[in-house]
């Protein structure tokens, strides 16, 4: 009986990380270039103890990456909303060193530089600071040009770092970016190219997700039940020994 409440308890615990893997990634359905997070579950089998039989598995979730299918690109019109074409990545400084992302919603700070979601934008040269302008463009290399406010000179003021590594090579990490598994910057690519005005949308396929979670509600409810009907034997095990 006690077996079976720690099986249902584990399995119970199971089906809790595979929701939080799930409502993470409804939360995150409208986030600009955001990749679905993957599970995967693994059995263990739980080794028996003097002459009890091999009949006990345990399921363990384990991270098994993220989806890397392309999300749908939305115009908006603006010059400094990018979408990488096919494949890619932006560049951008952490404490950490360089993340990498697909999001390419890129702001200008008090002072000119080019940010993503408040972290620098990493270029060829380093980051990437916007003098007064007039007019902005913006390569499918990823080159940014600007017409000064005064003379009416085209000047190119900078690069973006795009990289191409292997998408299945990276990991991503708690603040969502995506890094290489000995976190050394990536080189860039020139294979890569960008089109401005598009945002890349989220991955996720709510759905599908949705549907998934209501699945792991039903599995909840299965193991608590598991561990209500070990609960009853436990306790009509006790009457019998207190009546013996």
């Known amino acids: 009986m006690d077996r079976m409440i720690y099986t249902a308890a584990k399995g119970a615990a199971r089906v809790m990380e ?61 010059t400094l909303d ?45 980051p990437i600071v916007l003098p007064e302008y007039r007019e902005l463009f913006v390569g499918d290399d990823g080159r940014l040009s600007i017409i000064a406010d005064e003379g009416g000179i085209i000047e190119e003021v900078g690069q973006l770092k795009l990289v191409n590594p292997e998408i299945n090579t990276l990991t991503k990490g708690l603040d969502g970016l995506l890094y290489p598994a000995d976190r050394q910057p990536l080189p860039a690519s020139e294979q890569v190219s960008v089109s401005s005005g598009f945002l890349e949308a989220s991955n996720v396929q709510a759905v599908g997700e949705l549907i998934a979670a209501m699945d792991l509600s039903r599995q909840f409810e299965v193991q608590v039940k598991l561990m209500k009907s070990a609960e009853k034997l436990a306790e009509a095990g006790n009457r019998l020994l207190r009546d013996a």
């Open 82 to 126: 990018l979408a990488i074409n096919d494949t890619g990545l932006f560049a951008v400084m952490t404490a950490e060193g360089e993340g990498y992302t697909r999001s390419g919603a890129i702001q200008p700070d008090a002072d000119g530089q080019l940010t993503l979601d408040g972290r620098p934008v990493a270029g060829i040269d380093g």
């Open 18 to 78: 595979a929701q939080a893997i799930r409502a993470n990634n409804l939360a995150n359905a409208d986030t600009t270039g955001f990749k679905a997070d993957l599970e995967r579950v693994n059995a263990m089998v739980v080794n028996p103890m003097g002459n009890s039989l091999q009949t006990r598995v345990l399921a363990q979730t384990q991270s098994s990456g993220f989806s890397q299918q392309t999300g749908a690109m939305n115009p908006t019109g603006r």
